[in-house]
């Protein structure tokens, strides 16, 4: 009985808290495919630019410290060494539009790094041509971490996303905790000039989704924090009180991790992601305006029920389907955690063996080939 208690109060916080949310609910949006980042980024990162008619980006963990220069077609113009730098695990960039573009090297998958850096180059020296960049450093640490690493149910000191704004530097947390209140990403800021020091804890929102990418727009008015499947964009706030207001929620289709996001100007995007199952690795541009999908009449041929779900959820036909199934059920880091094949619908799956967290599922057959996202909230 206590446990069943347990369920419904945590069931019915995440209820309280969807309705909190309940102007945030995301609308599906369209990428439009520019061109692909193949072969040299595989698992691109981060996004800047330092004209209107190219992009840079790079590799994150264990890749070359290196940036990789593209036209908006997919074109490698060149490639950059940083001298005096070393890819820990890149993950984001940031452009002042004063000389100066922030490599951030603070990816920490298991928050137990005590080198956490973020390399400033000139974007001078970029433009150039030139084959190396020598770069400075800013150290840093959190300010509330005391142990690495901390345990299953405080992984929050992974991240991917920074922005600048003003003269500073502001970076969102990557929530990777086990815990059932791990959804909140955690906003800290620091200088931008070189030195060491402690972050300052300023912010937390509650997107239940992990962030992989951030961006602000050139006139510091909208903030975007990118997921792997979605984006949320905040307007209009107060100075630096970016989640003061609430949030439109775009979701994007497809099972590729979307890993960088850049400003094209407040009502467009730029976006890549990683190579996966054999799709992706692209620089995608999206529209906010017009790439918003309606979805009246788009009937699904399956459906999936009860979302969110606590230990089982089953998969029904919306119309006639004859031939046999497969049904693939991955994770938010891509990993296949459920698979079968020649099945029919209805059918029940168990999600007992399930994290807390998203998931995808796709649903095959000669001639069907739809996806879900579930959440599973034991």
Known sequence: MKKLLLHFFFIFSIFIVTLSLSKCVAQTISLQTLGSLQPNCNETSGLEQTDSTSIWTHNDSGGKPMLYHYLLNGQLIDSTVIVGATNVDWEDLANDHAGSLFIGDFGNNVCNRTNLRIYRVSTYALASGTDTVFADTISFSYPDQNAFPPSGANLNFDCEAMILSGDSLYLFSKNISTSNSSGFTKCYRLPSSPGNYVA???????????????????????????????????????????????????????????????????????????????????????????????????????????????????????????????????????KEVWAGNNLKLPIDISTENFCVGIYFIQIISPSLNEEFKLTVVH
């Open 200 to 334: 300052e804890l300023i912010d937390s929102f509650f997107t239940n989704q992990q962030v992989t990418s951030a961006d602000i727009s050139d006139d510091d008015s909208n903030l975007v924090l990118l997921t792997y499947q979605s984006v949320y964009i905040f307007k209009n706030f107060v100075q630096h009180h970016f989640f003061s207001v609430t949030p439109e929620h775009y979701s994007f289709t497809g099972l590729t991790q979307k890993e960088a996001v850049l400003y094209k100007n407040n009502h467009e995007l730029y976006i890549s992601d990683e190579r996966f199952f054999g799709t992706g690795g692209n620089l995608y541009l999206v529209d906010l305006i017009s790439g918003i999908e309606n979805q009246k009449g788009l009937k699904k041929n399956s459906s999936i029920y009860p979302n969110p779900c606590a230990t089982q959820f089953s998969i029904a036909a919306t119309s006639s389907i004859k031939e046999k199934l497969c049904i693939n059920i991955f994770n938010e880091s891509g």
